[in-house]
């Protein structure tokens, strides 16, 4: 029979394991999330690191510290879930653009696991700012391309500037085979990862700027102000639909026909929000019955001349993941 004490001395520790390692959380899911692509299987696994560090918290000596143990538990239970697993990708990833963006689209591939955006609010505003590149949604889908191993020794080495003998000591393998395995993930990047040189900086007020005019242009059903807004070799794709569209001539085209074609403003509500470091707005749909239904979450990508890609997540069950309702009140 469990005594008072000892029940006390239970709670102490798991008070203490609890106060100790909470700090690491948010940065933890950033971590799982560039592995893993989506911000649904991020959560579940660093639930179950925490669950699994708690129970090996006993034999936690101290060796290394607290965050390295815990990274080490989070990689590995990242590595398990990835063995058997296919890529996270985006339309962009699968194949050319469309060429005929006045047809109808294609039913969605829902059979295809999907990348996902990361709200800005579920990761610590530092590890936003000082990583922002390495959670940008291209380059996020560009490490998607690695096998798993490889993304993970990139991750640790490029993204969290690990030594190479943290990374070997984490992984059971030694330190010249760190070396070869980031060389090949590098190598393999360079052919995938997109341009970051131009990307600015989603902060200033010249970018809120920017995504105001692009809210007010949709709401309105303004085609005018969104040339405007576009790059001439803007992309445009939308998951689940496997169709994109390249160019301001196409995606101008698209959104004409099959998008804006006979609304009045008012149609849509957009919420801005934040996503992968980039600016980004949650849309709602009114109906025929006049409510506000989710519709997408839609990231930006922006460059110097304007908004260089949009990204457009159809998929109302990722508003639970910014904390919105799925009918707008």
Known sequence: ???KGAAMTATTDRDDFVRL???YRRELLAHCYRMLGSVDDAEDLVQETYLRAWRSYDGYEGRASLRTWLYRIAT?????????????PLPTGLGGPGAAPE????????????LQP???TLVDPATVVAARGSLRLALVAALQNLPARQRAVLILRDVLAWRASEVAALLDTSTAAVKSTLQRARARLDEVAPEEDLVVEPDGADDRELLDRYVKAFENADMGSLLSLLRDGVELEMPPHLEWF???KDVLRFLR???LSGREAGWIRMLPV????????AAYERGVDGVLRAHSVQVLTVEECGVARLTVFLDPGLFAAFGLPRILP
């Open 1 to 3: 029979m469990r005594t």
């Open 21 to 23: 390692t909470d700090p």
């Open 76 to 88: 590995n239970t990242c590595l398990t879930a990835l063995e058997g697993r296919g890529r996270r």
């Open 103 to 114: 047809e109808p689209l294609r039913a969605p591939a829902t059979d295809i696991p999907w």
């Open 118 to 120: 990361l709200p800005d």
């Open 246 to 248: 390249s160019g301001k």
């Open 257 to 259: 026909v099959r998008v």
């Open 274 to 281: 934040r996503a992968n470091g980039q600016p980004a707005v």
